[in-house]
């Protein structure tokens, strides 16, 4: 039998090998690494609010007074009264009746699938987020998976009884988005369940309507959060703190409540940290300057790759990808990026299928123009004769 020595030596030979860089973070589009500052194109803290002075105030305070951590789990003590707040507060965000409040997005999925007994059919996208995929192996759930964005594929997959159409509204991966209306058009023909994990469009998706006082990606589309059946977002990306919520109907939540194994057996989220997502939802739905900058700084970007002709998808969304399909040049890409100052991630598998490999550019409400013009004039140099 192979030696783990083995199989980290082929795992490097691969290209696949992970290696974590100590960081110091100041800004969301600023790192120190290696011992020099960088721009960042790698966080998620899309609107910068790991940083904002009222936000760490506001944990300060709370840790001042509450203690830092909770204890327990939140069916023993660790449900406090802040915890209560805030999921009162994203139902009334979100126009949805009923909230619950968990440790991370992927804790989250896991929660959702975990209230069943295996009886239902789950259908997702080839290329869902693996927190999705996991929850339904799990399970022991039944996966039917449809080709990436092909939903002419979903209809050939329902079964006609406990069908869950589980969406990922943004692709955390390519930054591809689900058309949700078509979801919610099959659910309501279909009468399956929907369910949609907007991890990476709560709070900054582009919006077509005012439904909610947060946005969601369900606006883009002319829906509301309630339309689903479940919906998941989380804290640690534009939120700028950790963790994540599933809304849904009381019914749903109280399920989770009981048979949520992840919920159930694990210590609850410091209520420090909860009283920071309170204080920082309440500025991003009252101030929308941070969302209008991100949004100025994605069309600018955009408009900037069509001039270049720089190959990356062009929709509303902070996170740029760039096809290479070969590990070992998106390592070098990355590399050849961080000598100029810029850092940016190297996207393999198995995050990725093989041979699918790319580098992955996040845009935040920090970033400047001249930051962005940095960025694809070296891109520019470093890889568009691939292209040419």
């Known amino acids: 039998m192979a030696t783990f020595k083995d199989k980290l030596k082929l795992i490097e030979s691969e290209g696949y090998l992970r290696k974590r860089d100590v960081i110091s973070l100041t800004t969301s589009s600023h790192t120190q690494i290696r011992d020099k500052t960088v721009t960042s194109f790698s966080s998620n803290d899309y609107l910068g609010m790991s940083t904002h002075r009222d936000v760490i105030s506001e944990l300060k305070k709370s840790a001042s007074q509450y203690g830092i951590g909770t204890g327990s789990s939140p069916l023993i003590t660790g449900y406090t009264q802040s915890h209560q707040y805030l999921e009162k507060e994203i139902c ?30 789950v259908i997702q996208d080839k290329e869902s987020h693996n927190s999705i995929i996991e929850s339904s192996k799990l399970n022991k759930i039944k996966i039917n998976r449809y080709s990436h964005l092909d939903d002419s594929q979903i209809t050939k997959h329902i079964s006609k009884d406990n069908d869950i159409l589980f969406s990922e509204a943004v692709f ?159 390592l070098k890409v990355k590399e050849l990026l961080l000598e100029k100052n810029i850092l940016i991630q190297a996207i393999r598998y198995p995050t990725v299928p093989k041979n699918n490999d790319k580098i992955r550019i996040t845009l935040t409400s920090d970033h400047n123009k001249k930051d962005i013009d940095n960025l694809l004039n070296t891109l520019e140099n470093v890889i568009c004769e691939k292209y040419t």
């Open 172 to 330: 955390s991966m390519t930054g591809d988005m689900t058309n949700l209306k078509n979801h919610l058009n099959i659910k309501r023909k279909f009468n399956t369940q929907l369910y949609i994990d907007d991890a990476h469009g709560f709070a900054i998706a582009q919006k077509s309507s005012n439904n909610t006082t947060i946005e969601t990606s369900c606006e883009l589309f002319g829906m509301k959060p309630s339309d689903a059946d479940a919906y998941m977002g989380t804290f640690g990306k534009a939120v700028g703190t950790i963790g994540a919520f599933i809304c849904g109907n009381k019914d749903l939540i109280e399920m989770i409540i009981q048979k949520g194994r992840p919920y159930i057996y694990s210590t609850s989220q410091p209520r420090c940290m909860i009283d920071a997502t309170r204080k920082s939802l309440n500025i991003l739905s009252l101030d929308k300057s941070r969302y209008k900058k991100l949004h100025e700084n994605i069309t600018y970007f955009n408009d900037a790759c069509k001039i270049k002709k720089i190959p990356t998808n062009l929709n509303q969304v902070p996170i740029k990808t760039i096809f290479l399909g070969n590990p070992h040049l998106a």
């Open 92 to 121: 009334e965000y979100l126009d949805t009746e009923s909230c619950i409040v968990l440790n991370s997005g992927y804790m989250a999925n896991l929660c959702l699938l975990s209230i069943y007994d295996k009886e239902v059919n």
